[in-house]
């Protein structure tokens, strides 16, 4: 049964740090690309970050590029978000994504339940 399972979300003040994870079951992790999204009330869900199956490819979103950090540890197959200067703009339930295998002609496309983060003095 595969499981995406986030967590590490909860309540920062503007400016504050907080680490986002997400623990992967039930499918070759390595084989996938990972990804977090994100999505605020009453807007679209939007990309954040993405990386590589290997983890050494990633990309960021305009707005978290210098403050966000995707990584990935295959061995615990577990990808983290490590989000640093937060600003008002960025509280949303924030989702974790798997698509993969990219060998295969139709990729699957798994996604967690989300976890909230909230920025608020």
């Known amino acids: 049964q595969v499981q995406l399972v986030e967590s590490g979300g909860g309540l920062v003040q503007p400016g504050g740090s907080l680490r986002l994870f997400c623990a992967a079951s039930?499918?070759?992790?390595?084989?996938?690309?990972m990804s977090w999204f994100r999505q605020a009330p009453g807007k679209e869900r939007e990309l954040v970050a993405h990386?590589?199956?290997?983890?050494?490819?990633?990309n960021y979103a305009d707005s978290v590029k210098g403050r966000f950090t995707i990584s990935r540890d295959n061995a615990k197959n577990t990808v983290i978000l490590q989000m640093n200067s937060l600003k008002p703009e960025d509280p949303a339930v924030y989702y974790c994504?798997?698509?993969?295998?990219?060998?295969?002609?139709?990729?699957?496309?798994?996604w967690g339940k989300g976890t909230q983060v909230t920025v608020s003095s």
């Open positions: 994504q798997a698509v993969g295998p990219l060998y295969d002609i139709t990729p699957r496309e798994y």
């Open positions: 039930g499918f070759t992790f390595s084989d996938y690309v």
């Open positions: 990386i590589g199956t290997a983890g050494d490819a990633t």
